[in-house]
């Protein structure tokens, strides 16, 4: 097969764990694009939230965004796909969150909102110093957050929930999944979980970005780390898990490469895409 799509997801994936990419990585990145294969980051982040690093790849045009909930063409300036939260199905959600021991967020309009309350017990609830700092400086603190979206009068991109206590979040999954059936459960970091439409999924996505550049599905190559990446591995030609991966992720796999942080993207596109 002759891979033309590459979706690579960021946090795990394509970044080291200093939120980087590596010299090795970049190189394998732009000789495969210099080939003609679509390079495309797909991250749980909105657009705006993404790495400087990431957003300013010269070689990449097309971002899969928030989990697949939209797809953006940089060159264009527009959003391609959207698959967003009725604004009253997410009010339903805070209120079903604000029952659980959790700090809880939501994406609406390209950015982040955190009720205040919530964002003052950001240390409470995420001790990771990188998914610390990332959530701190990209979550706009607010006093009253279903006002605020009501204001907007927008449907959700994401609503998103942190756990203290990463057993109990792992403890609850299945019984979440089980409550909230109408949307996609899913996780991306370790003691996270995220909500979003069913058509709004790393695959769905993979699928709709496919169809609108003309390659087949089968000549696609997909890279994560996490749960919310199984959908895009599940769906890809070829499904790359990293050596860093979570375990349900590494069993659904074609392949496992080396680690985020052991250049594992490059080892991949060098015996799939350079062989």
Known sequence: MAVGLVLLDLDGTMLTSDKEISPATYAAL???AAMGVQIVPCTGRFYDAIP??????PFVRYFITVNGAGVWDR?????????EIPLERGLELFDFMEKLPVIYDCFVDGAAYMERKNYDRIDQFISVPKDNEMVKTLRKPVD?????????????????????????RNAVLPQIRAQIPDLNVSTSLVNNIEFTVPAASKGEAL???A???GVVVADTMAFGDMDNDRSMIEAAGIGVAM??????????ADYI??????DGVAKALEKFVFA
Not at 243 to 252: R, S, V
């Open 30 to 32: 732009e000789r495969a």
């Open 52 to 57: 400087r690093v990431v957003r300013e790849l």
């Open 75 to 83: 060159t264009e300036e527009k959003m391609l796909f959207r698959a």
């Open 144 to 168: 009253d957050l279903r006002r605020l979206v009501r204001e907007k009068g927008q449907p959700l991109q994401k609503a998103q929930m942190f756990f203290a206590d990463v057993g109990q």
């Open 207 to 209: 699928r709709f970005l």
């Open 211 to 213: 169809a609108h550049l």
């Open 243 to 252: 050596g860093n991966a979570e375990p349900c992720l590494k069993d659904i």
């Open 257 to 262: 490469t080396d680690t985020n942080n052991a």
